[in-house]
């Protein structure tokens, strides 16, 4: 009987004990796993006393929009396409301005074979052996990016069969870094990643961009610290990281 | 490893600890029922506590998703009572383990439960001891590797689970990233050393656990009657 009230109340004990939760949580969409915690590093050299209290999740952005809607306790929403922030807007899941941070845009890789800048990335693929890594299309925008752009090609019937789909824009950059698929449509600031140095990238300069933004959901409205955050994004310094990280900035396309 | 981590195992452990508990609890009651009923509605309850074992954790995660968040009929009612729903928080996490992990502690239990010798129970019957000494005193201590092996395996198995954390828990460190969860977010971020890290010591705990159980259950045989 001891025995038992003993673990009844370490059980009640334990089932408190995990409660030490950050004050800032961001949603982050995965093709910001590369970026975000240099925006983070430089927020918090701004602001020291916000040190430790920022935790970033990183998913698709359907996915996290999806959590965010059943109560999720997210405090600043970051999608890779302007549409989900607006979404969880218009449906009360969010009351802020929707700010428009950077523009993203795609780019093949692959980690043993070479791209020849020649010819047009059409013909690259066509030309490249294996499957073809992109995310997935109906809940990661850098995978609706990715196949809008492999059906405008001519090559795409081809092209078609060879396919995978990964869960978000990140893991599409896993399974070819890992050599699991031989090539990847992926987003372009993913392949920026210190993993992602031994391999071989061609930007798609002219390919389609994606308007990524970023809202305040209705959990994060009374956090000062998401505030904050939200007004750092919009600062210059922010911009200029966004740049550096293989983003193109709102004014580029303007 | 890095405290973030470390964070995630502890956390696991916290969810696995409390998911047995709460496990054993409920598994004592139902599997000696189970044991001992020949009521009709046996296969019934039966195959609804093996569900888990057959059906995708997608399923259940959904299941438990749509019934926990703010708009499900669980989380909803809770939210209408001014308390918080249970989507996306250690609370839900445990609610998931203890329905999925439900099979490992009912079916050892229910089999230790059945390997009691009936001529023992009737026998202590005869002598007057009522329902609650037979049971303290002959089933239980007769059973006792049955609850180790329940014990272990829900343990075990609750630190094993991917698919109920990843549909209910939303990844948050602290809160609902269980090992499990980390290492997908390790691979997903090509962070594969860490991910590596935290898999080996994953792998090396399931092996340890499952020896355990091994050992344990080599001696089975033995413990038929040996005077009560």
Known sequence: ?????????????????????????????????WVMPTLVDEFVDQNPDASGRIQVVYGSSGRLFGQIQNGAPFHIFFAADESFPRALVAEGGACGTVFAYAQGGLALWSRR???????EPGANLLNSRGRIAIANPQHAPYGRLALEWLQSLREWPDLEKRLVYAESAAQAAHFVRSGSAEVGVLAKALTQHQEMQRGHSRELTNGPRVQQAMVITRAGAEIALAKDFYTFITSDKAREIFTHAGFYSIEDSE | MSANDLQAVWLTLQLAAVSTVILLILSLPLAWW?????SRWRPFVEATVALPLVLP??????????ALGPEGFIGGSLEA????????SFTGLVIGSVIYSLPFAVQPLQNAFSNVPRELLE???CMRARFTDRFIHLVLPLAKR?????AVLSFAHTIGEFGVVLMIGGNIPGETQVVSIAIYDHVEGLNYSAANQ??????AFSLLVLLVVYSLNRGQAVMKLRGA
């Open chain 2, 81 to 88: 009572l001014g308390l918080q729903h249970l989507a996306f």
């Open chain 2, 34 to 38: 189970l044991s001992q009923t020949s």
């Open chain 2, 198 to 203: 935290l898999s080996l010591w994953l792998l």
């Open chain 1, 1 to 33: 009987m001891r025995h038992l009230a003993f673990a009844l109340i370490t059980t009640f004990y334990l089932a408190l004990s995990h409660a030490d939760a950050a004050e800032l949580r961001i949603a982050a969409a995965s093709d910001l796993r």
């Open chain 2, 57 to 66: 954790p997608t399923v259940l995660g959904f299941y438990l998703l749509v």
């Open chain 2, 146 to 150: 049955g609850f180790i092996t329940a």
């Open chain 2, 123 to 125: 026998a202590a019957a």
């Open chain 1, 113 to 119: 074979q070479t791209w020849d800048e020649t010819v």
